[in-house]
């Protein structure tokens, strides 16, 4: 499969780091709007460039179009993609509005292409093997899930000098425009969605809690810099799931169940960090030491080891990844669209799921413009 970039900031550096790990994908080219961020991004990784986007997608090379430019222009984007029959891989959010993302699913849809999108974490080995807990059964059935996805107070840090690997600045203004909801919650929501099926309803709260960013940002409208929602899936379980720009980082989840518990430390790793507890089994060293120290210390430590032991991992080959703290396989949404569009089976984040997670993360990040709760309209 043949694909072309369209956007070349920050992000596209991620996708190009972990194109590597997929032999199946050619980049045909990118293009961007801004020629010097465009020329920049082709020159270190010795990209093709288009001279336009009308030229990009007249290129009968191209099967596919990633559509990684900033949230307000997916929509046109990805228009302009499947209007000129190309399938697309769209970064989060679809679109900024249920509207706009429902119409870019069904124009995919009409035309017979597919529309997927990121984040691709969801991909990743540690869900695979969190799932696989899940169906054996070991910890019984989930009833309650806790996910975080607190990127600490980035604002107080010097992210004005912050580069990707071909010099993009990182977005920060943008991302304090866009708000941390629609930025960031979709990499929770992809794992939740896809081990827990399609949400019913949801109750949530969002505010700009931190208006004063800076210097430098007091001109801007600031998005909710916070959320919270309780999330009811069709499937029982109860999940509570914050976005935030100001707690310490933690983008953590734990799966609370009839028999046990699964904690992931992180969602951005392709190999996080995963312990299990199973109701009645024997409590690890460390965790018996911890709870010792408290009672002779008659006090809480401040840091105790996560609850259960540590799952293995199957051996595998290592992936090429971003270095910390993203360390997400980018390219691999992009690669497993192609890979279904050879097979002729749909892909796993495409259509009515991928509208769903973007219709969730609205949700969340709109809260105080919406009903409470809130009913989704969208499925899968």
Partial sequence: MKFAIVGTGFVADYYMTTLANHPGLSLAGAWDRDAERLAAFCGFHGVSAYPD??????????????????????????????????????????????????????????????????????????????????????IGTPRLVYAAMEDGPVFRDKWASWRSRSGARWPGLHEFEVGCTLEHAGYALSWLVSLFGPVERLTAFAAVTFPDKGPGTGHIAMAPDFSVGCLEFRSGVVARLTSGLAAPRDRSLAIFADGGSLTVRDLWDERSAIHIEETGAPRPLLSRLATRLEAKLGAALPWKPPPGRRLRYPDGARRALPAYPSQIDFARGIAAQAAAIAEGTDPVFAGNLALHITEIALALNNARALPQPFILRSSF
């Avoid at 970064?91 to 993302?101: D, G, N, R, T």
């Avoid at 984040?119 to 990743?124: I, T, V």
Wanted: net charge negative.
């Fill in 53 to 138: 986007l009308d030229a990009l997608l007249a290129d009968p090379e191209v099967g596919l179009v990633a559509n990684l430019t900033t949230p307000e222009s997916h929509y046109e984007i990805t228009l302009r993609a499947l209007a000129a029959g190309k399938h697309v891989y769209c970064e989060k959010p679809l679109a900024m509005s249920f509207e706009q993302a429902q119409e870019v699913t069904e124009a995919a849809r009409r035309a017979g292409l597919t529309l997927a999108a990121a984040p691709a974490n969801a991909l990743s080995t540690a869900n695979a093997q969190v799932a696989a807990v899940l169906k054996e059964g070991r």
